[in-house]
């Protein structure tokens, strides 16, 4: 991806859109797998039902060829859903990138003063293990 393709979208995005992919590319595997079995079972589902039933056969098949605008019509619902479950990950990954950005300058600035601090720390240290020794050096 390079850095005019960067500008254009936000971290969250980009891993909304990278999280998104993978789960795809999982999801797509069975489907593949689904889209040859279910011909081949729809088919000798059929064919079956025309050995035990004859001609009342044909009625099943009416109402499986009923079903695919129904069928159709889940689909885009879910496809509409999806999208707005895609833009309120979006917006929550946004909010945590901020939060997370946030916390990184508190601490940032949080090092700063205990980077001060350590030398301080340090002097007061030496200074105790000088009087400890020489107070214990006397024994």
């Known amino acids: 991806m390079n850095n005019q393709a960067r500008k254009g979208a936000t971290v969250g995005e980009i891993v909304n859109l990278m999280s998104v992919d993978t789960e795809n590319i999982q999801n797509l595997i069975p ?7 279910s011909v081949l079972q729809i ?62 300058v508190h601490l940032a600035v949080l090092s700063l003063k205990i980077y001060h601090m350590i030398p301080v720390c340090r002097n007061l240290r030496a200074m105790l293990l000088f009087v400890t020794f020489s107070t214990f050096g006397m024994y």
Do not use: H
């Open 31 to 37: 489907y593949f797998w689904g889209c040859w079995s």
């Open 43 to 104: 088919g000798v589902s059929l064919y079956f039902l025309y050995d035990t039933v004859k001609y009342a056969m044909f009625a099943g098949l009416g109402f499986l060829i009923l079903l695919f605008p129904f069928n159709g019509f889940i689909m885009n619902k879910m496809q509409v859903l999806q999208k707005d479950k895609m833009k309120e990950k979006d917006n929550r990954i946004k909010l945590l990138t901020e939060v997370l950005n946030g916390i990184k």
